[in-house]
Nanobody
Framework: VQLQAFGGGLVQAGGSLRLSCAVS????????MGWFRQAPGKEREFVAA????????YYADSVKGRFTISRDNAKNTVYLQMNSLKPEDTAVYYC????????????????????WGQGTLVTVSS
C-alpha cells in the first residue's frame, strides 16, 4: 500500500490549507486513515483520524474545531481541511492507513497504523 500526501505549503496565521492523501489501493474503503504531524525538534503527534466506515472521527484537542478530516472512497483519498491555522501548526504532516479489523490500540495511536506516507510540510507564518 502506498500513500502520497500533498497540499502542504506556506500560509499566514489565520489562513487555511487542505491536505490530501492518495492511497494506491482499490480497497481504500476498508482502510482506517489518520493524520499525524511532527514539528521540528518534537515527536510525531496525532492530529486526526477517520474510521474505515466513516462512523467515527477523532481529533487532537489542539485542532478540534479548526481541522476536519474526511474521505472520498471514490477517489481513494483522505483529506485534512485546516482552518484558522496557527504558527504552532507548523510541522511535517503524515498520513497513515490501517486495514479494518480489531485492534487493541486506538486510531489516535501511531501503533494502530500499518502504512505511512512520506509527509508534506506545512509552514504557518505569524
Amino acid at each position: 500500500v502506498q500513500l502520497q500526501a500533498f497540499g502542504g505549503g506556506l500560509v499566514q496565521a489565520g489562513g487555511s490549507l487542505r491536505l490530501s492523501c492518495a492511497v494506491s489501493r482499490r480497497t481504500f474503503s476498508r482502510y482506517g486513515m489518520g493524520w499525524f504531524r511532527q514539528a521540528p525538534g518534537k515527536e510525531r503527534e496525532f492530529v486526526a483520524a477517520i474510521t474505515w466506515s466513516s462512523s467515527s472521527n477523532y481529533y487532537a484537542d489542539s485542532v478540534k474545531g479548526r481541522f476536519t478530516i474526511s474521505r472520498d472512497n471514490a477517489k481513494n483519498t483522505v483529506y485534512l481541511q485546516m482552518n484558522s491555522l496557527k504558527p504552532e501548526d507548523t510541522a511535517v504532516y503524515y498520513c497513515a492507513a490501517r486495514l479494518y479489523g480489531d485492534s487493541i490500540v486506538l486510531p489516535t495511536s501511531q501503533a494502530y497504523y500499518d502504512y505511512w506516507g512520506q509527509g508534506t510540510l506545512v509552514t504557518v507564518s505569524s
